[in-house]
């Protein structure tokens, strides 16, 4: 059997992420998208402890990580609260999909934070010349994204 990876990235800037839904002010962003994942494991009949490399990761500027914006709604008990709380609102609850597919996704998924600094790095340790053209990418997206963000500036 092949290596199998299955991984969502949630790319930000300046923002967090989302609160919840009209109908599930509760269900966050980082919990529907892991419960999502289980989901589409279960739609695809593949268990989550078949897949060697599954993840979760929100992509943001270290100092979004570093101010703790993200690190409440990563953690997998709280995922894990959302969740049940998210399918008990259901009729009937759907008791058997959390406890069969939600909580071994949980269990084997790998969810943190990543610096956009780092995946830089490592995009210039492995093509100098790419890399080089990402960080100064990466360099404006920081200063256009702070302007707006201080301002309301944007760009035309």
Not at 54 to 59: K, T
Not at 97 to 125: C, G, H, Y
Request: charged fraction near 25%.
């Amino acid at each position: 059997m092949p290596d199998r990876s299955f991984a969502v990235v949630e790319a930000k800037m300046f923002s967090g992420l989302s609160n919840g839904t009209t109908r599930a002010s509760a269900y966050n962003q980082a919990a529907r998208n892991v419960a999502c994942m289980a989901e589409a494991l279960r739609r695809a009949e593949v268990s989550a402890e078949d897949i060697p490399t599954l993840g979760f990761f929100v992509l943001a500027p270290r100092e979004q990580i570093d101010a703790g914006v993200f690190a409440g709604l990563l953690d997998k008990g709280s995922l894990k609260s959302v969740v049940e709380e998210r399918t008990a609102t259901y009729d009937p609850p759907k008791t058997d999909w959390f406890v069969d597919f939600f909580l071994p996704t949980l269990d084997a998924i790998r969810v943190s934070a990543l610096a956009w600094e780092d995946v830089v790095d490592v995009i210039k340790s492995v093509d100098p010349p790419f890399g080089d053209h990402i960080e100064t990418f990466y360099q404006h997206c920081l200063l256009f994204n702070r302007a707006e963000r201080i301002s309301g500036w944007r760009p035309l």
